[in-house]
T-cell receptor
Framework: QKEVEQNSGPLSVPEGAIASLNCTYS??????FFWYRQYSGKSPELIMF????GDKEDGRFTAQLNKASQYVSLLIRDSQPSDSATYLC???????????????FGKGTLLTVNP | DGGITQSPKYLFRKEGQNVTLSCEQN?????MYWYRQDPGQGLRLIYY???????QKGDIAEGYSVSREKKESFPLTVTSAQKNPTAFYLCATGTLDSGNTIYFGEGSWLTVV
């Protein structure tokens, strides 16, 4: 069973701080990794994706991938109250096994940014 | 207006009734998915389809049925066999061209009364 693990939180940070969200995955052959943001009562929206080891930056968001450690993280700089949401990590499994169209989602981390 | 359209947004069902949730897309994506989300829980895959006239069971397919007669459409029927159908249902689409990035519709809230 391929698994994606996230701390459920809640993670609470003050406004302006850096929020760090973490995700580990069990399938070593996983190919691509995604972060989604989900506001309460709404559907998930894609924040960013990463394929290669290292960092990928997009505005205030940075995704970090370490395939050797099977670990992906999302950093949010200058956190704002509007960033308060549940953040979902999703992993594309290895291309073998015919499951290449199925993402596996973690249960999400609830982030609260306090004004 | 482009994207993924789910309807209805809110639906109430009496026990023993079947209901069908609609999902339409104009993104020309090959793959379509149905997920279920319960309060405070993660996403669980119900069914997915990679091409027209073909679909596969996800992790919690019992009590649900789907069809994929057109590329643009992937309706989900919640049957009376589904024991606890009250949940938030999410349709998504995707394509391998973008590394299997998937995009979600706005969701449908189903409540059994």
């Amino acid at each position: 069973q391929k698994e994606v693990e996230q701390n459920s939180g809640p993670l609470s940070v003050p406004e302006g701080a850096i929020a760090s969200l973490n995700c580990t995955y069990s399938d070593r052959g996983s190919q691509s990794f995604f972060w989604y943001r989900q506001y309460s009562g709404k559907s998930p929206e894609l924040i960013m994706f990463i394929y290669s080891n290292g960092d990928k930056e997009d505005g205030r968001f940075t995704a970090q991938l370490n395939k050797a450690s099977q670990y992906v993280s999302l950093l949010i700089r200058d956190s704002q109250p509007s960033d308060s949401a549940t953040y979902l990590c999703a992993v594309n499994p290895s291309l073998s096994g015919g499951s290449n169209y199925k993402l596996t989602f973690g249960k999400g981390t609830l982030l609260t940014v306090n004004p | 207006d482009g994207g993924i359209t789910q309807s209805p947004k809110y639906l109430f069902r009496k026990e023993g009734q079947n209901v069908t949730l609609s999902c339409e897309q104009n993104l020309n994506h090959d793959a379509m998915y149905w997920y279920r989300q319960d309060p405070g829980q993660g996403l669980r895959l119900i069914y997915y389809s990679q091409i027209v006239n073909d679909f596969q069971k996800g992790d919690i397919a019992e009590g649900y049925s789907v069809s994929r007669e057109k590329k643009e459409s992937f309706p989900l029927t919640v049957t009376s066999a589904q024991k606890n159908p009250t949940a938030f249902y999410l349709c998504a689409t995707g394509t391998l061209d973008s590394g299997n990035t998937i995009y979600f519709g706005e969701g449908s809230w189903l409540t059994v009364v």
